[in-house]
């Protein structure tokens, strides 16, 4: 079954909830009961086999659950004797049986289970006398692997997630990215490692600190094993959404992964993977939101740590923590010794250009940029996610640049590579086929500048480019008379007292001399003028469409005015009729 349709037909069972349950609360009920079904289905061609084995061995005096393990061909298995449609058979004890049902699975499938809150969803159906109902229906559906492929099964959990977000005013981007832009970011991170990753059983690591329902885990998994069918990706990921965590554990469970490593919590304050270091890594990260709820957390460990930590290179302001994610990217990284690694992380544009030198974020620009981890940031086309219709960047970091990339960053604007989806969701009104995405990989790959219909859209810079110092520029205070006031005490004393509302700043690239700056730029407008050394401070900015921009100029004034004058005569005509 397509999983539009799919979804529509499990959204279906709204229609016994509605009146019993509020719209916003739907999720709550249909997205367990689906993850439930989809296990129910995985689990069906062993289940007699299990169940045999589990008799065999306890008579054996053994523990079972190795056996089990084996004979059920996953991660989990279930040892109740019931099943979703054994459960329809007694209609009476039919929560007491669901129960029972439950508690048969696995460690691992239980806790995904409390995730939901499961049991207290039964209560509530229990008491509307709609269990049995909900548990029927859910049972009809089928959704056996072979039936609905993995893929296909993330694409039914992020639709219903979409569909009860909006239900309650809630921001579905804040739950996942769409699959196209998880399949350029994956292109992106993978495509100069193509020899490394074609080697028979090759082995990566992959993590994602804001993990959502597992989509650019599972995407990643899919175009590596895709290249190399004996390649084997190890996913790990955290998130903070306890139902999209959730749905990412079961989705994992099923794919074979080790579950251990999808975590429940703030990555932020409680990073449950603390010690691992990864070969690859992707996120996006909420953008725009405060972290004033974890600041304590945070300046702590910053304060304790410094860069032994996550945070030494500084903080961004409190309304914007996209990029506390960013330096936690950069503390998982393999290192380069180690064979190193490469991540894409997906922000807004505020974490280009915000701040001034010095500033928190100007100092994280520059800690990325004068270690050389940044290889590219790919600009987006608008209108491209959920929640939001801003303009959004891809940002590749890597400590193993390639020879050609060593000391330089690459800027591609992909802005202009887009088509219109056929129905709007939300904000997301655009999206990228896949020659789009080709496009975009091979201006990466190529590491080279590029033009688009007479426009640049990749560009190749030097990290000091990007690089600047702010000086500060004193003028002299004068008295009455037009004289200027000398200092009579100490260091100052027969100097020129410095005017506070006559400062001004000004910022110098890195590539330049600040003394040839000011003597060409400053002094010959204001001759009196010196520089305050000991406030010249470095900063970095990265500004994207400054770099883009292509002037155009305007039409000539003998066009408009022939136009201006077309149009008063049309209303001069218009005019007299009116008055005739």
């Keep these: 079954m397509p999983d539009t349709n799919l979804s529509s037909f499990i959204w279906s069972v709204a229609d016994l909830l509605r009146g019993d349950y509020k719209q916003s609360d739907y999720g709550k009920v249909i997205l367990p009961f689906t993850v439930l079904r989809r296990l129910d289905c995985v689990l069906e061609p062993t289940k007699a086999a299990v169940l045999e084995e589990k008799d065999l061995r306890e008579g054996q005096g053994l523990e079972p659950e190795p056996f089990l393990l084996r004979k059920a061909g996953h991660n989990f298995c279930n040892t109740s004797k019931l099943d979703m449609k054994r459960l329809m058979g007694d209609g009476d004890n039919i929560a007491e049986n669901l129960r029972s049902y439950i508690q048969g699975f696995s460690p691992a499938v239980r806790d995904i289970f409390e995730s939901f809150k499961f049991y207290l969803q039964v209560d509530e159906l229990e008491k509307a006398n709609l269990l049995y109902l909900v548990t029927e229906k859910f049972g009809q559906i089928d959704l056996h692997p072979e039936t609905v492929s993995n893929a296909q099964m993330g694409l039914v959990f992020e639709e219903l997630i979409r569909k009860f977000s909006e239900l309650s005013n809630e921001t579905a981007g804040h739950h996942f990215t769409p699959r196209e832009v998880i399949r350029l970011m994956v292109n992106l991170i993978f495509i100069e490692d193509d020899d490394a990753l074609t080697q028979p059983g090759i082995v990566r690591s992959l993590y994602d600190p804001t993990a959502g329902t597992g989509g650019m885990l599972s995407i990643s998994e899919e175009h ?55 070969d690859y890594m992707l996120s996006n990260p909420p953008f725009g939101v405060e972290w004033k709820k974890i600041q304590k957390e945070v300046e702590a460990e910053s304060k304790a740590l410094g860069f032994a930590g996550r945070f030494g290179p500084g903080l961004p302001r409190v309304s914007d923590g996209s990029l506390l994610f960013l330096l936690h990217l950069i503390s998982k990284m393999r290192s380069a010794q180690d064979g190193g690694c490469r991540f894409g992380i997906v922000l807004n544009g505020s974490p280009l250009i915000t701040g001034g030198a010095g500033s928190g974020e100007s100092e994280i620009r520059r800690y990325v940029l004068e270690n050389d981890l940044v290889e590219a940031i790919i600009a987006l086309p608008t209108d491209m996610f959920y929640n939001t219709g801003i303009s959004t960047y891809v940002w590749i970091l890597s400590n193993r640049k390639p020879a050609q990339r060593k000391g330089k960053v690459q800027l591609i604007d992909a802005s202009s590579y887009w088509q219109k989806m056929r129905k709007s969701l939300n904000h997301k009104r655009k999206e990228l086929s896949a020659e789009h995405i080709e496009e975009i990989t091979k201006l990466f790959g190529a590491f080279e500048e590029a033009e688009k219909d007479g426009k640049p859209i990749s560009k190749i810079f030097r990290n000091e480019d990007f690089g600047y110092q702010t000086i500060t520029v004193e003028r002299p205070m004068r008295d009455e008379a037009g004289n200027i006031v000398l200092g009579q005490k100490g260091k100052a004393k027969g100097q020129p007292q410095a005017d506070s509302s006559l400062r001004d700043t000004e910022n110098v690239p890195l590539s330049e001399d600040i003394e040839t700056y000011f ?47 077309q149009v008063t005569d049309r209303i001069l005509e218009m005019i007299g009729v009116l008055s005739a």
């Excluded at 010249?536 to 408009?560: A, D, Q, S």
């Design 519 to 565: 003597q060409r730029e400053v002094l010959p407008h204001v001759a009196d003028a010196w520089i305050d050394h000991s406030k010249t401070k470095k900063g970095y900015e990265i500004p994207f469409n400054r770099h883009f921009y292509v002037f155009t100029p305007p039409r000539p004034l003998e066009e408009i005015d022939a136009e201006l004058k």
């Design 224 to 278: 590596l094993v895709s290249h190399n069918p004996t390649a084997r990706l190890v996913l790990s990921g955290q998130e903070l959404n306890a139902e999209s965590y959730a749905i990412c554990k079961a989705d994992m469970l099923i794919k074979g992964q080790d579950i251990n490593n999808i975590c429940f919590g703030n990555t932020l304050t409680d990073d449950q993977l603390a010690e691992e270091k990864y």
